[in-house]
């Protein structure tokens, strides 16, 4: 079953671009191709690891959202699309996904999450969400110094990246599945510039720094519940939202000072963020995952 409504903002490539982005959703299906392989070779198909799970994912119409949504699908759970804005590249992603529907909601919007976790329980049953990421966020791009930055910009920064991210998981704390055959997963995108510093990013860095407290003082709080509770911080990736505002010049910058002498890719991402989702990840909680090919 595949259900739409109105939709969010995180975009598409530009065409200089999309044969990486290509690349990218190649690789999110690995897991869907495993067990399409095992049933066409007469073999039974493992179960996925995340069937009979419901995720909510924020931010998940485009860039590295979307990616964490499609990789959650192809690992069997059911997932809700949030977004705030780019309503057709939500809908079309809920019409992709085979058990998946699209939320319109302002995730600095108290009445928005909730909204979000109705919807999850509206749409898949009672009990769910099991997995919940908050990923929307928006960066100015700008990227003035922090003398330069406007108090609108710093305020919207703050609702969107650190208050939105607290909406998301004070809702999860309190509605996720406790104890049972497996807890709940919470997990945050933060970034890695909370560890890099650069300049142009004070009030982004900052918004993101908060989250990163705060999950990893959750992570303690819900202690007993077996909820996990954990930050994925990409590195420079591959989106419409790191390219915003960027020369060629400077792009070409980032990558140089990267080992890997690229940018990361949105599959690298949301294989990471998959795996924190599953039981096996059981014992991984209150960290923070720096993904970013050893940039910090």
Known sequence: MSKSSPIDSNSVVPTRRKHRTL????????????????????????????????????????????????????????????????????????????????????????????????????????????????????????YPTLADTATADFDRTFAVNTRGAFLCLREAANRLPRGGGGGGRIVAITSSVVGSHPTGYSAYTASKAAVEAMVRTMAKELKGTRITANCVAPGATATDMFFAGKSEERVEGIKATNPMERLGEVGDIAPVVGFLCTDAAEWVNGQVIRVNGGYV
């Open 23 to 142: 690349h990218s959703l190649e690789r999110k299906m690995d897991a869907a191709a495993v067990v399409s392989a095992a049933a066409s070779s007469g073999q039974p198909a493992a179960t996925p690891p995340l069937a009979g799970r419901v995720a909510i994912v924020t931010g998940a119409s485009r860039g590295i959202g979307r990616a964490i949504a499609a990789h959650l699908s192809a690992l069997g759970a059911s997932v809700v699309v949030g977004y705030a804005s780019s309503t057709a590249e939500a809908d079309a992603l809920a019409a992709e996904l085979p058990r998946s529907v699209a939320v319109k909601a302002d995730v600095a919007d108290e009445s928005g999450v909730r909204s979000l976790f109705d919807a999850a329980e509206s749409a898949f049953g009672a009990g769910a969400p099991h997995i919940v990421v908050a990923n929307a966020a928006v960066l100015d791009d700008k």
